[in-house]
C-alpha cells in the first residue's frame, strides 16, 4: 500500500477530476442537489423527454446505468418520464442500449406518455355530477325551503 492511499490522496485527486468532468463545483453540487449521488459516466444516449442515460462500468452492476432528468422538471421526477425501451436497459434486460440497437416497433404500440398528475395545470381533478343535497347556511341568509 502506497503512502498516497493510506493517507487517502488518491480519493483527492479522483474527486477533484470528478469535478472537473461534471463542470465545477457548482455543477457537483446541484448534480448532488438533485441525485443524491455524484456520479461520471459516459454518455449512452437521450430520448425525447430530453432524459440522458450514463453508463460507467467501474461502478457495481446494478448502479453502473442512471438517468439525469432534464431541468425543466427539477425534483418532480417520476419513474413515468422514462421510456419502456430505456427502462429495459437501464434494469439490466437488454444489454444494448436503445440509441445503440432501437426495439422493433409494433403498429399495435402506443406512444410512450408520462404521467401528468406530477403538473398542477395539467391534473384530472374529479367534478360531482350530482347536487348537494344538503344545502350550508350562510350568516344574513333567509332559509329556504322547497
Avoid: C
Amino acid at each position: 500500500m502506497s503512502l498516497k492511499a493510506w493517507l487517502g490522496i488518491d480519493k483527492i485527486q479522483k474527486f477533484g477530476q470528478m469535478v472537473k468532468e461534471i463542470g465545477g463545483v457548482k455543477a457537483v453540487l446541484k448534480k448532488r442537489y438533485l441525485m443524491d449521488a455524484t456520479r461520471v459516466g459516459t454518455l449512452v444516449g437521450s430520448d425525447n423527454f430530453g432524459n440522458r442515460y450514463y453508463e460507467n462500468n467501474a461502478y457495481f452492476v446494478p448502479r453502473n446505468r442512471w438517468v439525469e432528468f432534464p431541468d425543466k422538471v427539477w425534483l418532480d421526477y417520476d419513474a413515468t418520464q422514462v421510456p419502456p425501451e430505456w427502462h429495459s436497459w437501464l434494469h439490466h434486460i437488454t444489454d444494448d442500449a436503445p440509441s445503440v440497437k432501437p426495439p422493433p416497433t409494433q403498429d399495435w404500440v402506443l406512444e410512450h406518455k408520462e404521467n401528468t398528475s406530477i403538473y398542477a395545470d395539467k391534473k384530472y381533478v374529479p367534478y360531482s355530477t350530482t347536487r348537494t343535497k344538503i344545502q350550508g347556511w350562510q350568516p344574513g341568509e333567509k332559509p329556504q325551503f322547497d
